[in-house]
Structure formats: C-alpha cells, structure tokens
C-alpha cells in the first residue's frame, strides 16, 4: 500500500531532550516536506527538500534539522526541544514529476514538550 | 509572497449544501486545491482544479474558480455528518508544491 509512515505517532518528552520524528514513504517521491499544525495557525511548512541531498527552510525551520541521506527517509530533529514546538507534525510527499502538486500526507505525529 | 486566506468555521445542517470560500494573492497560481482533514489523520487531497477552468463538478463536490477576484469555492451538496472535518484551501504555482490556507473546520449538525 502507497502511504507515508510516520513515527512515532505520539510523543510526550521534556525540554531539551533530543528526539528525532521519522517518516518514510514508499512511493519514491522526490520532494518530501514536514509541516506543523497549530489551532488557529493551519498549517506551516517546517522544511522541505527536493530531492536526495537537497533540503531547504521552509516558514518556521528555527528549533529543527532535518537530512535526506535516502530518496524514502526524511526525519525531523529537535535538538534541544522547547514547550513552544508542542505541536502536530506532518510529513508529506509529491511525485514532482507529476506536475499537480498533489502531496500525500502522513497521518501525524503529536508531540508535547514540558 | 504567496497568501491564502479561508475562514475558520463553518456550520451546516445535515442535508444543506455548504459553500467554503477561499482567495488567494498569487497570480501565477496554476493548481488549486482542496484538501480534506478528518479527525485525527492526515490532509487527503478532495479534489483539484487548473487555473484555465472556471468549475468542476465531481459527484457532490462543485468547485467554482474565479480568477478575476482570485477567488476559490468549494460547495458540498447534500451535507452529511461524514462531511465534518477541516478543509484546506491551497494553491501551487511554478513550483507545484501548495501553499495552504488556515483551514475551515465544517460542523454538521442534525
């Protein structure tokens, strides 16, 4: 079954513990990008990349890091994770060759940070 | 840069139609788009129009576009409580990837 996969899909940590948020999909997309989800706010692209080897900030990068070492892997790291960064994180994938744009969601990961 | 603007609530009755609004600022849109967010899952793109059309129909879902004004419509015939969820507006230019609306979360109420 095409799907991105996200892990894990709840986390409850403290602040200034790393952790790192993993998506992987299965449709060998090119572009892959992580969003946060705040009441009121919609949706905020975090970063995105294009392709392997190739990631760039989207509107909200401070706090996170990401790597693209695989066409299929793209986790999301918080080094030093702060109260503010509680929040529903999404990782999405396109097949750019499509041209429509479409992206493909994951189904989330909440995380709360105390 | 890019702006799309939705309001953030919408409530219905079961069995009206619902229309959600959408405007957006880029000129060089070239897709709009629908997406849908159920309760506790991910974005599911609803359906999608190109710039150069004015409306597409698909079953229930009627999208108008009005390119003028910059303006996107979704309209929901027959609203059902399985409708209930956050809709997204979102548009993609030259590089197809969307920006995104806020979101209108639709209530359906019997």
């Known amino acids: ?114 | 840069g890019e702006d799309v603007e939705q309001s953030l609530f919408l409530s219905v009755r079961e069995g009206d139609s619902s229309v959600i609004n959408c405007t957006y600022t880029d000129s060089s849109s070239t897709y709009l788009y629908w997406y849908k967010q159920e309760p506790g899952a991910g974005l599911q793109l609803l359906t999608y129009i190109f710039s150069n059309m004015d409306m597409k129909q698909d079953q229930r879902l009627t999208v108008l576009l009005n390119k003028k004004d910059k303006h996107l419509s979704l309209r929901i015939a027959d609203t059902q409580t399985g409708d209930s969820a956050i809709y997204f507006c979102a548009e993609s230019g030259g590089s197809y990837i969307p920006t995104f609306g806020r979101g209108t979360s639709l209530i359906v109420h019997p």
């Open chain 1, 1 to 114: 079954e095409a799907q991105v996969t996200q892990n894990p899909r709840y986390l409850i940590t403290v602040t200034g513990k790393k952790l790192t948020v993993t998506c992987s999909q299965n449709m060998n997309h090119e572009y892959m990008s992580w969003y946060r989800q705040d009441p009121g706010l919609g949706l905020r692209q975090i970063y995105y990349s294009m392709n392997v080897e190739v990631t760039d900030k989207g509107d909200v990068p401070e706090g996170y890091k990401v790597s693209r070492k695989e066409k299929r892997n793209f986790p999301l790291i918080l080094e030093s994770p702060s109260p503010n960064q509680t929040s529903l994180y999404f990782c999405a994938s396109s097949p750019r060759e499509a041209r429509t744009g479409e992206l493909f969601f994951g189904e989330g990961s909440r995380l709360t940070v105390l």
